[in-house]
């Protein structure tokens, strides 16, 4: 549970520190980011991809990269050794359950990530909100009490609650914002069409719009991974 609350901050932190520059990471390597996850790409092994990307920038005198796309190769490339040497792994191989004092604990940060999302959503008054918000009232009360909550089940059920909402607001946004809106986020993730799959790369693009979406109407992003 702790890894879905500090994934972000660990590959953000560990890019820090390999360029040595208070050099934070963009909204759109978040994104990147939350992909990697998505996929089940462990921490161990993108911080392993990350220092890749640095070690050939290093021998080939480049420059080191700037932001995570340009270590999305390296990333991909230490997953794809990483599943190819699980293939063989017994079950008792991988990591053990969690204690119930760790389990406990990572429901209350649950519970405390959802009643921050409503404290927030309530202040809203888009068309729309109403609806998530009693989803994320009834999500909150079946948590209550579970130490056993599957946070990746939780992440997905969040995400989906989230792109209901933002589908409506595609639907409220003017015609002619929301064409600006689609022309920046097509802009922005032009870079990333070449180097990442389709079906990734299409995930980047809509969780980005949902992102911006978000932001048009100052709510937050409704993931735990943050």
Same mark, same amino acid.
């Given at each position: 549970?702790?890894?879905?609350?500090n994934y972000f901050t660990e590959v953000e932190e560990h890019f820090v520190r390999k360029r040595g520059k208070n050099l934070l990471v963009s909204p759109l390597d978040w994104c990147l980011i939350?992909?990697?996850?998505? $996929?089940?790409?462990?921490?161990?092994?993108? /911080?392993?991809?990350?220092?890749?990307?640095?070690?050939?920038?290093?021998?080939?005198?480049?420059?080191?990269? %700037? %932001?995570?796309?340009?270590?999305?190769?390296?990333?991909?490339?230490?997953?794809?050794?990483?599943?190819?040497?699980?293939?063989?792994? +017994?079950?008792?191989?991988?990591?053990?359950?969690?204690?119930?004092?760790?389990?406990?604990?990572?429901?209350?940060?649950?519970? $405390?990530?959802?009643?921050?999302?409503?404290?927030?959503?309530?202040?809203?008054?888009?068309?729309?909100?109403?609806?998530?918000?009693?989803? /994320?009232?009834?999500?909150?009360?079946?948590? %209550?009490?579970?130490?056993?909550?599957?946070?990746? &089940?939780? &992440?997905?059920?969040?995400? $989906?609650?989230?792109?209901?909402?933002?589908?409506?607001?595609?639907?409220?946004?003017?015609?002619?914002?929301?064409?600006?809106? !689609?022309? &920046?986020?097509?802009? &922005?993730?032009?870079?990333? !069409?070449?180097? /990442?799959?389709?079906?990734?790369?299409?995930?980047? +693009?809509?969780?980005?719009?949902?992102?911006?979406?978000?932001?048009?109407?100052?709510?937050?992003?409704?993931?735990?991974?943050?």
């Open positions: 549970m702790k890894n879905y609350f939350e992909v990697w996850k998505q $996929d089940g790409v462990p921490l161990q092994i993108a /911080l392993r991809g990350i220092d890749r990307s640095f070690e050939t920038a290093l021998k080939r005198h480049k420059k080191p990269p %700037t %932001t995570l796309f340009y270590c999305h190769p390296a990333v991909m490339e230490a997953f794809q050794e990483y599943r190819e040497a699980m293939l063989g792994a +017994r079950p008792e191989e991988g990591e053990s359950p969690g204690s119930s004092e760790s389990s406990e604990q990572g429901a209350t940060e649950v519970r $405390d990530h959802l009643d921050r999302l409503i404290a927030r959503l309530q202040d809203s008054e888009q068309a729309g909100v109403a609806r998530v918000l009693a989803r /994320l009232s009834e999500l909150r009360a079946e948590v %209550t009490g579970r130490p056993d909550i599957d946070p990746g &089940e939780l &992440e997905r059920e969040l995400l $989906d609650i989230q792109s209901v909402l933002t589908d409506s607001f595609e639907t409220q946004v003017a015609p002619a914002r929301l064409s600006e809106i !689609k022309a &920046e986020v097509k802009d &922005e993730t032009k870079i990333y !069409k070449k180097h /990442l799959s389709k079906e990734m790369y299409d995930r980047l +693009r809509k969780r980005y719009l949902q992102r911006k979406l978000l932001a048009e109407y100052g709510l937050p992003e409704f993931t735990l991974l943050q």
